[in-house]
């Protein structure tokens, strides 16, 4: 039992990372990026490259190296995330939904297909693995790596809460959600912020690229499109638009995930999570920590 | 000859108008089909035709759900999937002929329609895709863990369609009952899309809350779009079954919704003869770039951006304004000249 909870809490801080970025955008400019599992895919992508080029220096080094790697990747898949705001979104901005929402899916498209062009349709493994020792604490096996990718992941959800109440940019970030053309008029720079945003949320999507291609060893092209649905139910769970919800649903869908899986069998995980996801949805749309929105006319 | 080469911009616009508005399109289109495999009728000819043909109909659903009422639907496959597994089952382990399965699939295509858009249509558009991908997910995996539906090997072994003794199933049959089903299919689209219902649809694409407040039950008008899509879906599993006689989950992935949603947006939403065209340029251009192959699905992605940002209409837009019939433009005139009268005693 407290082998699937502490599975479930290490499952969970990876959506709950990918979810981080969903929720941001979403809560900033409405929009789905549908594009942002993909963004996940390409910093694994990208950690993989550097970790090639690398070879055996970076072998050597283990967890360091990959530290490292994380850092260059959420540099990368920023940009990257800047990118595809600058040259998608934004000449959308104030379109109908209908049209945002089918970019976001030819953004993901290309993302998914452009990096099948560039790695190639078979999966890559790796250079680095963390598999170490395991520790037994409390009847449950864990590695210390496993507790040191938690701890990652707690340190980026933290400096981005501090980010979003504690600077400027995330002043400015809540206003232009509350309401953008208030927050133009008290001259904030909105697409710089959204620029921003976007920036943020790919590179934590990038670092929790990594984080996978470390722990589960493989990776393909197609790897960001399920993780990219399971931060969407995470967030909403959460309460989408809400940072502490993201966080909140991320290890809630981790949890139910890993003691639903240990009840129906490994092969209906993903049913089960979009089960719930359809059930949320019909039960609580606002999810644990959101609040009532009213849709302005 | 010359004159017709060197055609100015605004007059080849307006011919281009007037082929767009020709009332006998559909029957072009229909003649165009029918006799396609005069031309050439190799199996491998037909099947790609066949294909298209389906694509076809499944672009024409799709289409009232994303082109006419602007619900972004990105599991479209699923219903398809729902179609061919119901018709397959009960043609394979139940021995049913293919043409009684169709009230099934028709009631399973419903019942599935009101599950995901029942709780899903009440809230923001946007959830609606994201809870689409998700099912489409759900079947193609339960698809694959079940033992009824033949695991990830799936079914095989579907009869062709019988009708009346006649069978249908060879290349040539198949073809032309895809052609007559089809057909039908396009048609009762485009009659729907005009109809009261396909009004209200296009409001609620137009602007939500004003169809609110003229008192449109959006959430009802909604679903009936859904379900709709759903029952073309579903139909189209069916011939999809008859055709292959095998069918297995990866046939129903992400990429196929995808690539119907790209056919209704390239060819323009909302419109019935962009739609079908765009179904078939979809279809039959990797047929035509096979060594374009890996370049293909990129380009796709990249171009429902371009489409987006710079002809958010589509290749054939759908009219703004409904042509009025001629029948009833010649009363109104009449009228006009009446009332005309009268008023000049």
């Not at chain 1, 999507?205 to 990219?228: E, P, T």
Request: net charge positive.
């Amino acid at each position: 039992m407290t082998q699937l909870l502490w599975n479930g809490l290490f499952v969970g801080s990876f959506y709950a990372l990918v979810a981080l970025g969903y929720t941001m955008v979403y809560g900033i400019i409405r929009l789905l990026n549908f594009a942002h599992g993909d963004l996940y895919m390409l910093g694994a992508f990208v950690g993989f490259g550097v970790l090639s080029v690398a070879g055996g220096l970076a072998t050597g080094l283990g967890f360091v190296a990959l530290l490292i790697v994380m850092v260059i990747s959420m540099l990368v898949t920023g940009t990257a995330g800047l990118l595809l705001e600058r040259v998608a979104y934004r000449p959308l901005r104030g379109a109908p939904r209908l049209s945002v929402l089918i970019t976001a899916v030819g953004a993901s498209f290309a993302l998914e297909y452009g990096m099948r062009l560039v790695a190639g349709p078979n999966p890559e493994v790796y250079p680095v693995r963390l598999a170490g020792d395991p520790v037994n604490l409390l009847g449950a096996r864990i590695t210390i790596q496993q507790a040191s990718l938690i701890l990652i992941a707690i340190l980026l959800m933290a400096g981005l809460q501090w980010l979003v109440m504690g600077t400027e940019t995330g002043r400015a970030m809540r206003a232009i959600s509350q309401d953008p053309t208030a927050a133009l008029y008290m001259g904030i720079n909105v697409d710089a912020v959204i620029a921003r945003t976007f920036f943020i949320g790919s590179a934590l999507a990038g670092a929790a690229g990594v984080m996978a291609g470390g722990y589960y060893g493989k990776i393909d092209f197609l790897m960001g499109f399920i993780i990219g649905l399971k931060a969407f139910t995470a967030a909403v769970i959460g309460g989408i638009g809400n940072i502490k919800g993201a966080m909140l649903g991320g290890l809630t869908l981790g949890l139910l995930e890993s003691i639903g899986t240990a009840w129906i069998g490994g092969q209906w995980r993903d049913v089960f999570a979009f089960s719930f996801l359809i059930i949320f949805l019909t039960l609580r749309p606002t999810g644990i920590l959101g609040e009532r929105v009213t849709e302005r006319v | 000859m010359t004159s017709n080469l060197a055609m100015s911009p605004a007059r080849a616009r307006e011919l281009f108008d007037r082929i767009q508005q020709n009332r006998h399109l559909g029957l072009v289109g229909l003649a165009v089909a029918l006799l396609a495999p005069f031309i050439t009728a190799t199996n491998y000819a037909l099947s790609v035709m066949t294909s298209a043909l389906l694509f076809v109909m499944l672009a024409v659903g799709l289409n009232i759900v994303v082109g006419y009422c602007g619900l972004l639907d990105l599991g479209y496959a699923a219903f398809f999937a729902i179609g061919a597994y119901v018709s397959g089952v009960l043609a394979t382990r139940y021995g049913w002929p293919l043409l009684a399965t169709v009230p099934v699939v028709i009631v399973a295509a419903v019942v599935a329609g009101i599950v995901i858009g029942g709780p899903t249509l009440r809230l923001r558009s946007d959830y609606l895709a994201i809870v689409t991908l998700g099912f489409g997910e759900i079947i193609r995996i339960t698809a694959n863990n079940l033992t009824i539906t033949g695991g990830p090997s799936g079914i095989y072994g579907i009869p062709g369609i019988m009708l009346l003794g006649v069978d249908l199933s060879g290349p040539v049959g198949l073809y032309y009952t895809c052609v007559v089903v089809v057909a039908l299919a396009v048609l009762g689209a485009a009659r729907l899309g005009r109809s009261r219902l396909g009004r209200a649809w296009r409001f609620i694409r137009e602007d939500e809350d004003a169809a609110e407040a003229m008192g449109i039950n959006t959430y009802r008008v909604k679903l009936a779009a859904y379900i709709g899509g759903a029952i073309w879906g579903g139909l189209a599993g069916i011939l999809f079954g008859a055709q292959l006689s095998a069918i297995s989950p990866p046939s129903f992935t992400f990429l196929w919704s995808a690539l119907i949603l790209m056919a209704v947006v390239l060819g323009g939403m909302g419109s019935t003869p962009g739609v079908v065209l765009g179904a078939i340029v979809i279809s039959v251009l990797p047929e035509l770039l096979r060594e374009a192959a890996d370049y293909r699905y990129f380009v796709f992605g990249i171009l429902l951006i371009i489409v987006m940002i710079f002809r958010r209409q589509g290749l054939w837009p759908a009219r703004a304004v409904e042509r009025q019939p001629r029948r009833d433009r010649r009363r109104a005139e009449e009228h006009d000249v009446r009332k005309a009268k009268e008023e000049v005693p």
